[in-house]
């Protein structure tokens, strides 16, 4: 299986702060990555596909990048409503894997 | 609009089974994969597999075959989970999916005796 090691667990940042969450899988995914936010008793929500590409209705703030085996979750001037879990996920091999998340606050 | 709608939370004993459903509506049922996601308390996303309505094709995590069954029924748009010899890791909420975007609201499976 591709093991997907995401960091850091936890992050505090302060609001309109720019925040970077990283993804790193064991072997290459061909940016077959997506990014998820989850709020508490939530289901998760996709923002980003395909390593860089914005899901509908996501605000611009937040982007992905990455190739190979490194991606990363940018989120812009941060805002309150931002405060949630963040995981990753690859779909280029069965099974499809997560990472372990990282928990936003707010400082 | 793209609609998955689960089952009621279920509080089993351990050694049961329990069966739960993933309502679609808003699309060609059949056209799209069902995927399942397992979520324990606190903890993190795992995947159990998927199945593709239209086909009935399924692939499975290898961690969870012999406890998850997949089937669907085309008449009523619906996909059904099986889970058997349940334990209390099975505890977790589970989640329908249809490929990244759309998420059900996720079903708690309680396992106690």
């Known amino acids: 299986d591709i093991q997907m090691t995401q960091s850091p667990a936890s992050l505090s940042a302060s609001l309109g702060e720019t925040v970077t969450i990283e993804c790193r899988a064991s072997e290459d995914i061909y940016s077959n990555l997506a990014w998820y936010q989850q709020k508490p008793g939530n289901s998760p929500q996709l923002l980003i596909y395909d390593a860089n590409s914005l899901a509908d209705g996501v605000p611009s703030r937040f982007s992905g990048s990455g190739s190979g085996t490194q991606y990363s979750l940018k989120i812009n001037s941060l805002q309150s409503e931002d405060v949630a879990s963040y995981f990753c996920?690859?779909?280029?091999?069965?099974?499809?894997?997560f990472g372990s998340g990282t928990k936003l606050e707010i400082k | 609009q793209v609609q998955l709608q689960q089952s009621g939370a279920e509080l089993v004993k351990p050694g049961s089974s329990v069966k739960m459903s993933c309502k679609a509506s808003?699309?060609?049922?059949?056209?799209?994969?069902i995927y399942w996601i397992k979520q324990r308390p606190g903890q993190g996303l795992e995947w159990i597999g998927r199945?593709?309505?239209?086909?009935?094709?399924?692939n499975y995590n290898e961690k969870f075959k012999g406890k998850a069954t997949f089937t669907v029924d085309k008449s009523s748009s619906t996909a059904y989970m099986q889970l058997s010899s349940l334990t209390p890791e099975d505890t977790a909420v589970y989640y329908c999916?249809?490929?990244?975007?759309?998420w059900g609201q996720g079903v708690m499976v309680t396992v106690s005796s």
């Open positions: 808003g699309y060609t049922f059949t056209s799209y994969y």
């Open positions: 199945i593709g309505p239209g086909s009935g094709d399924t």
């Open positions: 999916a249809r490929g990244a975007g759309y």
């Open positions: 996920q690859q779909y280029n091999n069965y099974p499809f894997t």
